[in-house]
């Protein structure tokens, strides 16, 4: 009853919007803009963090008047892994795997996203989810970084466009790989026509930057020169495998991991059990 509850919502409000798309086409954009770009879960409280959360060092770190939370596990020796979510999720996604990490005695980073866990703000982008993890970066100078769905292609977009040397491996789990893909999903959930899609790549580049059909995870992938290894479950149903297989063919320097039964949460024992390997043990 719930999914028909929500199906009908999103129908509903998507036939509002393709209303105002002919009557006010810049509240339309704004309105579409906004279901777009703001989570409606993934939200954590001080007096309620989870337990993993807890046991980590939390700071708050002010960044072109945008406030986002760290939580940072220190360990034993020199390396440094930052952990970066995806959409509607938080830091504490990675309960999992820093049991793994912990095993390496590497200090542990993980940042809660633009408007999730604690961080400030309603929307969130890729471009403004990076420069968080700059500010990380720069002062951290980790070796390793990984990123999950929207996280994942964040970390892309990041070492793509800024390139930091500190880095030497990266890991790419569920990402999609095309803007593209991202924005039609979206529109089919709210069977938003042709003339809002325009209006709202119109958003994109006027306020933004992004040409939709620019953004991609394989273009950013490509100039990457640092080790990557792309993670994709078979039975992903919120990102299509051939996603993560165009990210990976696109990466001059990556390995490809299938998994199965999975889907888009991807946790399990043999698949941390290889990025640890990845991480610390190959040469």
Known sequence: MQQIIKFITAKILGLYINILGYLAPQKASRLAYKFFSEPR??????????????EAIAETITHNNQAFQTYTWPGTSGCKVILVHG??????????????LKKA????????????????G????IPRYAEFIDVIVQREQPQYMVGHSLG??????????FANTSIQKLIVMGAPCDFT????NYIGLLSLNSNVFGLLNKHFLDNLNIKTEEFSGRLFA???????????????TTVAFKEGKKIADAW??????????LGHSMHSDDMYTRMYSFLFEEA
């Open 41 to 54: 879960r993934g939200r954590l409280f001080k007096d309620h963090l989870p337990p993993v959360l807890q």
């Open 87 to 100: 959409w509607e999720s938080n830091a504490s996604r990675w309960k999992l795997f820093i049991t793994y």
């Open 105 to 120: 005695g590497c200090t542990i980073i993980a940042i809660d996203g633009p408007a999730h866990g604690l961080s400030s």
């Open 122 to 125: 309603t929307e969130f982008t």
């Open 152 to 161: 994942g292609s964040t970390v892309l977009y990041y070492q793509s466009h």
């Open 181 to 184: 893909m991202v924005v039609n």
């Open 222 to 236: 490509a100039k990457i020169k640092i080790k990557g290894l792309v993670i994709h479950d078979e039975d992903d």
């Open 252 to 261: 001059p320097d990556a390995q490809f991991l299938r998994t199965k039964g």
